[in-house]
């Protein structure tokens, strides 16, 4: 079908080319570092919307023609994207340019996940100072693509890294100023490890780090003696895992007599739904800091780095508060 | 879609899916007469203990050890499942149920008693492919279909299963008549001096190594599928052997060819926002080819057929 008569095309945009670089991306996260470096000389797709799970997404038809046809291809790497990883290397093989954000994190600033040495934490992006390490890296690989405007690329990835900085410093400010005792975050899956360590907060997840590996009863009886024991008031769901896990929690606590509510539901695999500020990066941050600051006694960020909200609009949530 | 897109995309997948369509149409059949067709399922849950061993001993999740696990696993349930029909004497169904249940809970057991939790041992993970990620990155062009050369430069999983192809064809044409009279009549067989054991195992290791392989490149259910509806579809149309493997071949080279088109190709050439998967809807197109043949054999209600049950093909 339709295939007679048509040839081959270029593969390789020409850098002379005034049209957009197309960047396709997998997450949400990525796309907003993408966009941010990228500017108006990129046009970036992203594979998974709002909340997919990453873990488990596999590819369809439809995103390998993009794949295909990209310029560059940016993903987030550590084995999130596990069942994309097959044709991710055979991309590789054909030195297409295809950039995992994680690789530009040290190995020393990685967690590890589970017993075995060698399989890290992918959830890099929840410490917002370790996800602005991957910036130099996709600016790079944007100007080795456009060599003429790699000036314009650096320039934005400075901007960008310095939105992240703030970002980064008012989520420690807000997160700070939750009292210590109340610093344990239970969430459904273990997606919050880097989190933690940025800002201070133990991490529990019901979940191990992939969403695929099932709690066991066990798992959530020990969890329920943890809520009891430690009078733990609060637990979050998450928006591209089932909460299923996290109701077993309550209705444990509750029949041991102690009330456990939800503190409210945050982004961790996929950012927010599309058109939303929490589509971006540092939207889903902000809504994540904003939660669970709030939800544990604290106070929410300061201010957003949301161009549509004026200050009047990041005041109002301060007086609310005070 | 470029003719470059489809040679890349489209060709592999559709030559990894047409292969294991015929290697699982032409195994299909002998299971089907022998009544054993949830085999391949039955294979896909009963190599999860040779996986986790294998990943146990070796500490490590490499192509070869995982298949090797496999591999033994699969060889270990088939004997069992015929130990277990024969001295149990319960029907062949029974005794599949029984052994790769049995077989799939060990498995689970061993990852949460070695507490290898967070690492992937699911065959899901490591075992079973998807036809979206055969592509065919080195082609440059319809030249490319015609030189040897070229062609070596394939997905692995496509050579892989023109290997197994040709590994089937060969079994099946050699042991032609054994199989043929083993399958129909073991008694009859067995009189006759045929090692009726034997051959059961050679066909049932031909089976695992066949399903194995071609799990690994396409994924489980369209290996289940293909080694039950293409065989059940023949079986309602003709009472010859011969004509039953030809068009169970034709059948299921058929449901990939049509299912690959139907799920990936059309939502392209419509320009819809999505494509269906492309395993899932192989498999249905599969399914529709026993339901169509089913109507049409009405027509023949009136000959006896004995051995088809449709029981189990409906399964």
């Known amino acids: 079908m339709l295939l007679t008569g048509v040839q081959a095309p270029v593969w390789a945009q020409s850098s002379a080319d005034s049209a957009p670089l197309t960047v396709v991306v997998t997450t949400g996260m990525v796309a907003d570092v993408a966009r941010g470096v990228g500017g108006d000389l990129v046009s970036v797709t992203s594979l998974m919307n709002a909340g997919v799970d990453p873990h488990l997404y596999k590819l369809t038809r439809r995103d390998l023609s993009r794949l295909m046809s990209a310029d560059l291809v940016l993903y987030s790497g550590l084995k999130l994207e596990g069942k994309m990883d097959a044709v991710i290397a055979r991309l590789k093989k054909q030195n297409r340019p295809v950039v995992a954000l994680a690789e530009s994190i040290s190995s020393d600033r990685l967690l590890t996940s589970g017993d075995y040495a060698g399989q890290y934490d992918p959830h890099i992006w929840m410490d917002v100072s370790r996800w602005r390490e991957t910036i130099p890296a996709v600016s790079q690989a944007l100007g080795r693509l456009l060599p003429e405007q790699a000036d314009t690329f650096a320039a934005n990835a400075e901007r960008y890294a310095d939105e992240l900085q703030t970002l980064h410093q008012s989520a420690q400010q807000s997160l700070n100023s939750i009292s210590v005792n109340n610093r344990v975050l239970v969430t459904a899956h273990d997606a919050f490890g880097y989190f933690g360590d940025a800002y201070d907060i133990e991490v529990i997840g019901v979940q191990g780090v992939s969403t695929e590996s099932e709690a066991g009863l066990k798992r959530i009886e020990t969890l329920v003696g943890l809520l009891v024991e430690r009078q733990i008031p609060t637990v979050f769901v998450e928006s591209s895992v089932s909460r299923r896990n996290v109701d077993a929690l309550i209705a444990g606590a509750a029949a041991q007599g102690h009330d456990v509510s939800i503190g409210g539901s945050l982004f961790s695999d996929a950012t927010g739904p599309a058109d939303t500020w929490e589509a971006t990066y540092r939207g889903m941050i902000e809504h994540n800091v904003n939660t669970i600051a709030t939800a544990l006694g604290g106070n929410p960020l300061a201010d957003s780095l949301n161009p549509a909200n004026n200050s009047s609009a990041s005041n109002g949530l301060v007086m609310e508060v005070n | ?315």
């Open chain 2, 1 to 315: 879609m470029t003719a470059i897109e489809f040679l890349q995309i489209d060709f592999p997948a559709m030559l990894a899916a047409g292969l294991a369509g015929v290697i699982c149409g032409l195994l299909g059949n002998l299971l089907v007469l022998r009544r054993q067709s949830l085999m391949g399922d039955a294979i896909a849950h009963a190599v999860l203990p040779g996986i986790v061993i294998s990943f146990l001993l070796t500490g490590a999740l490499g192509a070869t050890t995982v298949l090797l696990g496999a591999t033994v696993s699969a060889i270990v349930a088939v004997v069992l499942i015929e130990g277990v029909r024969r001295f149990g004497v319960v029907e062949p169904g029974a005794s599949m149920g029984v052994v790769f249940t049995l077989m799939f809970a060990i498995g689970i057991v061993l990852v949460s008693v070695f507490g290898a939790d967070n690492v992937h041992l699911e065959p899901e993970h490591i075992l079973f492919g998807q036809l979206e990620n055969i592509v065919w990155l080195d082609a440059s062009g319809w030249s490319d279909v015609l030189s040897v050369e070229r062609l070596l430069t394939l997905p692995s999983e496509v050579l892989l299963l023109g290997g197994v192809l040709v590994m089937t064809v060969g079994f099946i044409t050699v042991l032609s008549k054994e199989l043929k009279v083993t399958s129909f009549d073991p008694s009859f067989a067995s009189a006759a001096g045929l090692p009726v054991m034997v051959i059961h195992f050679a066909l049932m290791i031909m089976v695992a190594i066949a399903t194995i392989s071609a799990f690994t490149s396409v994924g489980s259910i369209l290996v289940i599928g293909l080694l039950v509806c293409p065989a059940a579809t023949a079986r309602l149309l003709t009472d010859r052997y011969q004509w039953q493997m030809r068009l169970s071949a034709l059948f299921g080279l058929l449901a990939s060819l049509g299912g690959y088109t139907l799920g990936s190709l059309v939502p392209l050439y419509l320009q819809l926002d999505f494509s269906l998967s492309a395993s899932g809807m192989i498999a249905v197109f599969a399914g529709l080819m026993v339901v169509v043949a089913a109507l049409v054999s009405l027509r023949r209600r009136n000959q006896v057929i004995y051995e088809f049950n449709p029981d189990q093909a409906g399964q």
